[in-house]
């Protein structure tokens, strides 16, 4: 037997027809019930939000008491800082006061020693001092050899364990030495 295309559609319909007989049909639920379930979900929804609240508002009221208590440090800092610089500033002017009156003391004593004449310039010459004292070359042999055999200042100062501006101060000492020698 052959079956037409019309006779599988009516089979398909019977079919839908009897499986919908056959499953239960859900109720409808009232319409009252969904308003609940909104009106609770607000209700979650309000209460998260205020918890949530309430932690960030803790959060940002201990951020601004520790910004408060470093700001208050920090004024403390800075007001024994500046009665430090006060002290300071107070001790370093009674010193340039007594500096000054040192100063305009033995300014007095020079003229009262020559009151209107010019002291002759006098050479300076060795003293017995001056030959207890050893001169500069003898105090630095190494570097002044190794300058002689002409060593950079840099190579001088590594070698010695000096700075470069000591190797240089050393030398010059030594130019102005051997000047008033002469």
């Known amino acids: ?48 939000s205020e ?29 024994e800082l500046e009665a430090r610089s006060s002290s300071l500033e107070q001790q370093l002017a009674g010193q340039h006061a007594r500096w000054e009156d040192r100063l305009l003391a033995l300014q007095s004593q020079w003229r009262q020693a020559a009151p209107a ?3 002759p310039i ?12 050893p001169r500069i070359r003898e105090r630095y042999p190494e570097l002044f050899r190794m300058h002689e055999q002409g060593k950079s200042i840099e190579a001088i100062a590594r070698k010695e364990g000096l700075n470069k501006g000591e190797v240089q ?11 008033h020698r002469v």
């Open 1 to 48: 037997m052959e079956m037409e295309i019309w006779h599988y559609v009516v089979l398909v319909g019977a079919f839908i027809v009897v499986m919908g007989m056959l499953i239960p049909r859900r109720k409808a639920e009232p319409a009252g019930n969904s308003a609940q379930l909104v009106e609770q979900a607000l209700d979650q929804f309000m209460a998260s």
């Open 51 to 79: 918890t949530d609240h309430q932690e960030l508002v803790a959060v940002v009221t201990k951020a601004q008491k520790e910004w408060q208590e470093a700001a208050a440090a920090r004024d403390h800092r800075i007001a």
């Open 117 to 119: 004449q010019e002291l």
């Open 122 to 133: 006098v050479p300076v010459q060795e003293t017995s001092d001056d030959a207890a004292e």
């Open 169 to 179: 101060l050393i030398l010059q000492l030594s130019r102005q030495e051997e000047r």
